[in-house]
């Protein structure tokens, strides 16, 4: 079963609502109608009660009237009202109007004091009467004095309201219904919009956005959202594409170069040794494709979330020494001094490994654009809830303009393609998936010197975060 549409199932709950609302507000409307009807006239019996005792006199061992007719101006007995009064015994002493008849009588039944007070009876089919019983004293004879009044009338008011609102209900609610269905369409209509915008916007046209009429309500918010997706979901797709062509680009070199050394081995026959320097320029271009391959698998692993760090604590001075000594030979190639200028122990929370990968890169970088016979300075500071690796080379600098752009993908300014023609441009990418993957952070700056200044941030471990 197809549910319905939202414009549905708002009038649906629009009308429903409506109807709730009316079926309380009428049940409520009725009952206090009826009380009010059913007080009011019980205020008309006690009233004919008291007249009843004024009216009613003693002549000897009988009660009569004041008057001789049913008709006067105090008391006009008749249809609608009477009086009775009775001995304590339940004889009838005194009957004026209705009840002189036997039926009546009958169905009204003997007052007694147990049966005092207001109460309501049937006394025919559809003839409902409200007595009111009380004991009187009329000269020194105690006797039971009831004065009764139809019901009827308040009954049928009572009725033709109940018929009023069962027609005036359904009426109000039919007429929510339709003005729910008027409203929801017209609240929807904004959302119809951007479905319909929404359906023009593809892979080829991402720059397309969602039109906001009103920033402030609920439409506008979620425009708003949907915009701030789809120009997520466009600079992801730009990234990707330029992400397919770098890999393209940097597939097709190592890949030209074995086929070209292929050929000419091929083509120009030769000894051993040339057959032997041909393979081996064939397994250098292997090996760079094979280390591309690794790192690209390395950081897609990394940013997939696939591979979660390990929350171990780590020496920053300690990994920093390992890792100058590590690449101290590289380093005595060129002549350059590399300088641990750490004197307490750094201690954060990271991943060991990739931490280390992050360090390597870092002072891989500034080895590589360091003039001979310069220097590379590690060192180390503390801010608040964070330790700090600073890494600083003597090189050529990175303008302001690139310091953000060189920890993407594949990207390198054109001073680092000349001193570093060997490069993918993947180091410092590697060193921000690493950083950021350990709730870290990257920053690049300049230092006195005109180098470049690498920061990299790791929070601090709690053991050392407690101590201080």
């Not at 009826?34 to 009660?49: G, K, Y």
């Not at 007595?131 to 004095?145: H, I, K, N, S």
């Amino acid at each position: 079963m197809t549910p319905p549409r939202m414009r549905t199932r708002l009038t649906i709950w629009f009308a429903a609502s409506i109807l709730l609302i009316l079926a309380f507000y009428v049940a409520g409307m009725l009952v206090l109608e009826w009380r009010s009807m059913r007080a009011a006239l019980d205020h008309h019996l006690e009233e004919d009660l008291e007249v009843a005792v004024e009216m009613l006199v003693v002549r000897g061992s009988e009660v009569a009237w004041r008057t001789e007719t049913d008709r006067d101006l105090g008391y006009d007995a008749g249809r609608r009202r009477w009086v009775e009064v009775y001995s304590l015994d339940g004889r009838p002493v005194y009957l004026r109007g209705v009840p002189t008849a036997e039926a009546i009588q009958a169905a009204l039944g003997t007052p007694s004091l147990a049966t005092g007070g207001f109460r309501s009876l049937q006394i025919r089919p559809g003839i409902h009467v409200r007595v009111l019983t009380v004991q009187r004293t009329l000269g020194r004879m105690p006797l039971l004095v009831r004065v009764v009044r139809l019901e009827d009338g308040i009954r049928q008011q009572f009725w033709i309201l109940l018929l009023l609102f069962s027609v005036a209900t359904p009426v109000a609610v039919l007429g929510a219904a339709l003005a729910g269905h008027v409203i929801s369409g017209r609240a929807l209509l904004p959302l119809a919009r951007m479905a319909e915008r929404a359906r023009s916007i593809s892979a080829d046209h991402l720059s397309e956005r969602l039109p906001i009429e009103n920033a402030n309500d609920e439409m506008g918010q979620l425009a708003l959202v949907f915009n701030d997706a789809f120009t997520r979901l466009e600079a992801s797709f730009a990234r990707l594409k330029q992400f397919t062509a770098d890999v393209s680009h940097e597939l097709r070199t190592p890949l030209t170069a074995m086929r070209s050394v292929g050929e000419v081995g091929l083509r120009e026959a030769g000894d051993s040794r040339a057959y032997r320097d041909v393979i081996g320029s064939m397994l250098e271009e292997t090996d760079r494709l094979a280390r591309l391959v690794d790192t690209l698998l390395t950081l897609s692993r990394w940013e997939s979330g696939r591979v979660r760090p390990a929350a171990e604590a780590v020496d920053l001075r300690a990994l920093a020494q390992d890792v100058a000594d590590q690449l101290h030979v590289l380093a005595e190639e060129r002549r350059i001094e590399i300088d641990v200028a750490i004197h307490a122990p750094l201690i954060v929370t990271t991943d060991p490994v990739m931490t280390r990968e992050a360090v390597i890169n870092v002072l891989d970088n500034a080895i590589k654009f360091t003039p001979e016979g310069r220097r590379v300075r590690i060192s180390g500071r503390s801010t608040g809830r964070e330790h700090q690796l600073v890494v600083d080379d003597e090189g050529p600098g990175i303008p302001p303009e690139q310091r953000t752009r060189v920890l993407e993908r594949f990207y390198r300014s054109d001073g680092w393609r000349e001193q570093a023609p060997g490069g993918v441009g993947l180091g410092l990418a590697i060193v921000h998936g690493a950083v950021t993957a350990n709730r870290g952070r990257v920053e690049i700056e300049s230092n006195e010197s005109g180098g470049t200044r690498v920061i990299l941030s790791l929070p601090r471990h709690e053991a050392t975060l407690q101590d201080s």
